[in-house]
């Protein structure tokens, strides 16, 4: 078997960035392909790929791509050349998700005001219920 080895990435310089990235790479699983973003600032970011899969001699010579590194290298690409797509993208998800969450919170909140008939005791064939205030 035969690593890829794929390694891009856009990092700061410096020692401290080496032994990061070191401790990095020895967390990484095999098999999988890793697109990491790095706070740098509140605006800014790093951002580097790996990918741990392996290619069986057999495989070598084949044009054949795996679905996970093609779309692996189109994320890295929209990242690159299109970033303000993304980010709007990205707001909207957010923007989305935000307003799910306030929609099923308030039905929540309506289901639990709800009126409903409270079993108060079971005594043999005989069972009590509480139908609330309205009739």
Known sequence: MVSR???????????QMADEREFEKASLLPERWYIILSRVNDETFNMTAYDT?????????????DA?????QGLM????????????AGMARIAFYDVADSIMDDIKEEIDSMDEPKILS???NVVKVDFGKKQ
């Open 122 to 124: 079971r005594e043999e």
């Open 68 to 72: 996970g590194f093609v779309a692996q």
């Open 5 to 15: 080895g794929l390694l891009v990435t856009y990092p700061k310089i410096g020692l």
């Open 77 to 88: 690409e929209l990242l690159q050349n299109d970033f303000d797509r993304v980010m709007k």
């Open 53 to 65: 899969t392996t290619i069986l001699e057999e495989e070598e010579d084949d044009d054949y791509m």
